[in-house]
């Protein structure tokens, strides 16, 4: 029997390649690979690896276990020792013999995703920061392969059209274009969502969606490096590289929002947010804590809650209130309906009914391109993600701001991909201040 990565390995993978020094102290012992090496034949999907972090190791070695006929044949990172670490912790895992990554096909440097495109992977997972998503997608589907990304597909507007426009042209190749929504694949929350989609709680007048939780991580830098080693380093802590929390992390909430409603999208936003405790130079131009509320073409609304902020207590999940009652979830352990039919998935279903969400989306995935139909979900990761775009956009100029002069917005955060170096001399704006900030 295969072995499915759990989220306890996944979370080593995230542990271990999370940056380069901390890897280096880990002092993982690698086991030795004694299984033999796969067989190349004509129906083999071979796969590249682009971001050799934690998600993208993890999402690679739950692509080696959603087929019996894949294998990892390129990787590609900007950093030599997070490229070693996820090959060896690759090689520590049961589908060590589907890594078969020769020396000439491990690439590093910021072009490093072009040397995978020109080989002869046939589905791609790309696990680099949001900035790179659409140049990266863009190329990808240029080169006629099928594509697993992770969430955000983009940092602002103009990479959202990007996006959209890819999306589109994926589907008329008939290329699958995946986005790393893991929720859609979690089998509590398909369940959970049907039925409020089937009307259980009635019309959806009112959700409140949270993603609360402590401080992020932060990696030690040199002080020889220059300002953009430094920032990419800390990629999380800078909107031009992350698109800001609410893009990077909280976006999670904001696309469970946007299930309740069927997709549909709200037609106008305003809302607030800061920097209250994470106010030093080394946390970036971020904000730590954001609240916005979204209007729907019926009147109803949802309301978003986020914050990093150390000490504080923690909520991630969804609330429905409906007009004919309500629906709450806690994403990890609680779906419950409670009006005319009161319902709780932890009372109908054991444990083992639980799936791996992150494992799922690969099996589904790697299915559809096997039947011929492979799976599109591009357009909808990329409204999700000009959610929590739009959401920045209203919390940093402090406006109320339309769907379509949001997704119409010119402002590009960053330079362009093709443009990175490791000298690149570039500018970072000031940390947003609403009033003064200007909407582009």
């Known amino acids: 029997m295969k072995k499915i990565l759990t989220n306890t390995s996944r979370r080593k993978f995230m542990k271990l390649t999370g940056s380069t020094l901390a890897a280096s102290s880990v002092g993982f012992n690698i086991l030795a690979n004694t299984q033999s090496k796969h067989q190349f034949n004509a129906d083999i999907l071979k796969v590249g690896l682009i971001g050799c972090g934690g998600r993208g190791t993890g999402a690679a070695a739950q692509a080696l276990n959603a087929d019996a006929n894949v294998a990892l044949t390129a990787m590609a990172d900007v950093y030599e020792e997070n490229m070693k670490v996820a ?3 690759l090689l520590g895992e049961d589908i060590a013999h589907k890594v078969n990554v020769p020396e000439n096909q491990k690439f590093i440097g910021f072009d490093a995703y072009k040397k995978v495109l020109e080989t002869d992977v046939d589905v791609v997972i790309l696990g680099t920061p949001p900035n790179f998503r659409p140049a990266h997608l863009e190329a990808c589907i240029a080169a006629g392969k099928h594509v697993f990304f992770e969430k955000p597909v983009a940092i602002d507007a103009p990479g959202i059209r990007r996006v959209m426009a890819t999306a589109k042209e994926a589907k008329a190749k008939n290329l699958g274009f995946m986005s790393g929504f893991c929720w859609r ?10 039925r409020v989609l089937d009307g259980q709680i009635g019309d959806v007048v009112s959700i409140y969606n949270t993603y609360n939780t402590g401080a992020s991580w932060w990696r030690d830098t040199k002080p020889s490096w220059g300002q953009f080693k430094k920032q990419l380093r800390n990629w999380v802590y800078y909107n031009w590289l992350s698109g800001d929390h609410i893009v990077e992390q909280a976006i999670h909430s904001l696309d469970l929002m946007s299930w309740a409603k069927g997709d549909v999208l709200p037609v106008k936003a305003s809302g607030i947010g800061g920097r209250q405790t994470r106010t030093e130079a080394q946390y970036g131009n971020i904000y730590d804590h954001f609240a916005i ?11 978003h809650h986020s914050r990093q902020q150390k000490g504080t207590d923690r909520a991630y999940g969804i609330e429905m209130l409906g007009t004919k009652g309500r629906c709450d979830i806690n994403v990890w352990n ?28 690969h099996d589904e995935l790697f299915a559809s391109i096997r039947n011929g139909n492979p799976m599109n979900d591009g357009i909808r990761a990329a409204n999700s993600t000009m959610l929590a775009i739009w959401g920045r956009m209203v919390a940093y100029t402090g406006k109320t701001l339309t ?22 001399d570039w500018k970072t704006a000031p940390v947003a201040m609403p009033g003064m900030t200007k909407f582009v």
């Open 403 to 424: 769907w379509d002069e949001a997704l119409n917005s010119e402002e590009i955060l960053g330079p362009k991909v093709d443009e990175y170096n490791w000298d690149l």
């Open 185 to 194: 694949y979690d089998y509590p929350k398909r369940a959970t969502f049907q």
């Open 334 to 361: 609680h779906h419950e309906i409670k009006g005319e039919t009161n319902w709780r998935w932890e009372k109908e279903h054991d444990k083992k009914d639980k799936n791996n969400m992150y494992q799922t989306e």
């Open 87 to 89: 090959y060896n912790g």
């Open 293 to 303: 509320t979204f209007e729907y073409p019926d009147g109803s609304r949802g309301l």
